[in-house]
């Protein structure tokens, strides 16, 4: 009676007697970290041959090793649960794929930590370019990068190290606050100060805005409330507590405002309907960002829409041209006319 023999698995002491080599330089090579171990590259070469040879589960380090290029493009991203980070990725996705990349993308939830974790996880990975979208640190990822010999752009917030495509933050909300004063002038015969609420006042994006808010409230000859810029954070439940805190002063609320994201805009829009603050006299909203569900709620709201196709174009022109000089692309985002 024949019993049947199951193959044995090589295994980096298999591959390590083959080479002549020890098996730790072995597990060096395939989890590449050879270089660090000063293996020659030709000892690499020839255990990476000898382990697709013998039929060894590569991973992705090893897998470089015979490739000039991985191929692999990563991308962090802060947010999934918002239109225009979610419209960033699948652009990306497919814009790498017709250029024969791999992506790889992850969510960093605007916290460092995690920024620099997913880095060095796709630094692991041997990607050949980062795209560091809303990274709170970038100068820290690209200099993680550079030491890999990693190239990076910035996409959404700029840094100083790398190329950078961002939103002219200035120009659109100069464009939508002048809209919202405009609308607040037609519908009750006078300008009067709006509310800024939502964003981090630390972060480059924020701080334009507020600088375009402040402009077009300049050239409308209205004076700006400081204790109406509320750059709370951009997270819902922040902008329903900024918006609460404010009406318990017992100032009177402005009749319009201009919101600094989608994201800002549910909490307002909870806090609005759930306060009754309003119930006679629904404020005019402007917000820096773009959802066609918006229209859905009825009330006049004048969006700015970033451009995100123009956007990831002039990153992969960036990646495509090896172009490294440290600028900044400003692209005019597009207002969306209301329903």
């Given at each position: 009676?024949?019993?049947?023999?199951?193959?044995?698995?090589?295994?980096?002491?298999?591959?390590?007697?083959?080479a002549?080599t020890?098996a730790?330089?072995?597990?060096?090579?395939?989890?590449?970290?050879?270089?660090?171990?000063?293996?020659?590259?030709?000892?690499?070469?020839?255990?990476?041959?000898?382990?697709?040879?013998?039929?060894?589960?590569?991973n992705?380090?090893?897998?470089?090793?015979?490739?000039?290029?991985?191929?692999?493009?990563?991308?962090?991203?802060?947010?999934?649960?918002?239109?225009?980070?979610?419209?960033?990725?699948?652009?990306?996705?497919?814009m790498?794929?017709?250029?024969?990349?791999?992506?790889?993308?992850?969510?960093?939830?605007?916290?460092?930590?995690l920024?620099?974790?997913?880095?060095?996880?796709?630094?692991?990975?041997?990607?050949d370019?980062?795209?560091?979208?809303?990274?709170?640190?970038?100068?820290?990822?690209?200099?993680?990068?550079?030491?890999?010999?990693?190239?990076?752009?910035?996409?959404?917030?700029?840094?100083?190290?790398?190329?950078?495509?961002?939103?002219?933050?200035?120009?659109?909300?100069?464009?939508?606050?002048?809209?919202?004063?405009?609308?607040?002038?037609?519908?009750?015969?006078?300008?009067?100060?709006?509310?800024?609420?939502?964003?981090?006042?630390?972060?480059?994006?924020?701080?334009?805005?507020?600088?375009?808010?402040?402009?077009?409230?300049?050239?409308a000859?209205v004076?700006?409330?400081?204790?109406?810029?509320?750059?709370?954070?951009?997270?819902?439940?922040?902008?329903?507590?900024?918006?609460?805190?404010?009406?318990?002063?017992?100032?009177?609320?402005?009749?319009?405002?201009?919101?600094?994201?989608t994201?800002?805009?549910?909490?307002?829009?909870?806090?609005l309907?759930?306060?009754?603050?309003?119930?006679?006299?629904?404020?005019?909203?402007?917000c820096?960002?773009?959802?066609?569900?918006?229209?859905?709620?009825?009330?006049?709201?004048?969006?700015?829409?970033?451009?995100?196709?123009?956007?990831?174009?002039?990153?992969?022109?960036?990646?495509?041209?090896?172009?490294?000089?440290?600028?900044?692309?400003?692209?005019?985002p597009?207002?969306?006319?209301?329903?």
């Amino acid at each position: 009676m024949k019993r049947s023999m199951q193959t044995k698995r090589t295994t980096i002491y298999d591959l390590a007697e083959l080479a002549g080599t020890s098996a730790s330089a072995v597990s060096a090579v395939l989890n590449g970290n050879w270089k660090k171990r000063r293996i020659s590259s030709q000892l690499a070469e020839k255990i990476t041959l000898l382990a697709e040879k013998q039929g060894y589960a590569l991973n992705m380090q090893a897998s470089v090793l015979r490739r000039e290029r991985s191929k692999i493009i990563g991308m962090i991203v802060p947010k999934y649960d918002n239109r225009y980070f979610g419209s960033i990725v699948e652009r990306f996705e497919a814009m790498a794929r017709d250029r024969g990349l791999f992506p790889i993308v992850t969510c960093t939830r605007r916290d460092p930590a995690l920024e620099v974790d997913a880095a060095r996880a796709m630094l692991s990975y041997q990607v050949d370019c980062l795209i560091a979208t809303g990274a709170t640190d970038p100068d820290r990822i690209v200099d993680l990068c550079s030491a890999a010999g990693v190239r990076t752009v910035n996409l959404d917030l700029p840094g100083s190290r790398a190329p950078s495509v961002i939103s002219d933050n200035y120009g659109g909300a100069l464009e939508l606050t002048r809209r919202v004063l405009s609308n607040s002038e037609k519908k009750f015969g006078e300008m009067t100060p709006l509310l800024f609420v939502g964003g981090r006042g630390s972060d480059h994006n924020t701080s334009e805005r507020v600088r375009g808010f402040r402009a077009a409230h300049a050239a409308a000859g209205v004076k700006v409330d400081e204790r109406l810029i509320l750059t709370c954070g951009y997270a819902p439940e922040k902008s329903e507590q900024a918006m609460k805190q404010l009406a318990e002063t017992g100032e009177s609320l402005p009749r319009g405002m201009f919101v600094n994201s989608t994201i800002s805009l549910e909490g307002v829009m909870r806090w609005l309907r759930g306060s009754g603050h309003y119930a006679d006299r629904i404020p005019l909203l402007g917000c820096f960002d773009w959802d066609p569900f918006v229209a859905m709620l009825g009330d006049h709201i004048e969006m700015v829409r970033q451009d995100v196709p123009t956007m990831l174009d002039a990153v992969f022109e960036i990646i495509d041209s090896g172009a490294s000089d440290v600028k900044t692309v400003h692209v005019p985002p597009i207002i969306v006319e209301p329903v």
